[in-house]
Nanobody, 122 residues
Framework: VQLQASGGGLVQAGGSLRLSCAAS????????MGWFRQAPGKDREFVAG????????YYADSVKGRFTISRDNAKNMVYLQMNSLNPEDTAVYYC????????????????WGKGTQVTVSS
């Protein structure tokens, strides 16, 4: 599976962005999907994850109530709607696929996508 994230950019604090993750090579329906991010000088961290059919969703505490993960298995796409962005959200965002949500939460990842830069100015 090849994953490609897009939709990043520069936004002012309080603004919104919608990230997309497009998959090719295999259907995403068999995988739990997640978003991770890595800020400069920091480790990569889990942001949000969604189960194979979208029934189970987890968010990092830092983004709860602001970010929404969703998926469209028919289009082989995963999305991350990010609202109320703040400078602490500045990072490279990656989409990832795993066998289940537990794997995503433990960073046991089968496939990583190339990242997309999100920069939030104050």
């Amino acid at each position: 599976v090849q994953l490609q994230a897009s939709g990043g950019g520069l936004v002012q604090a309080g603004g919104s962005l919608r990230l997309s993750c497009a998959a090719s090579g295999r259907t995403l329906s068999g995988y739990a999907m997640g978003w991770f991010r890595q800020a400069p000088g920091k480790d990569r961290e889990f942001v949000a994850g969604i189960g194979q059919i979208g029934g189970r969703i987890y968010y990092a505490d830092s983004v709860k109530g602001r970010f929404t993960i969703s998926r469209d298995n028919a289009k082989n796409m995963v999305y991350l709607q990010m609202n109320s962005l703040n400078p602490e959200d500045t990072a490279v965002y990656y989409c990832a696929a795993g066998l289940g949500l537990a794997d995503l939460l433990s960073s046991t990842i089968l496939y990583w996508g190339k990242g997309t830069q999100v920069t939030v100015s104050s």
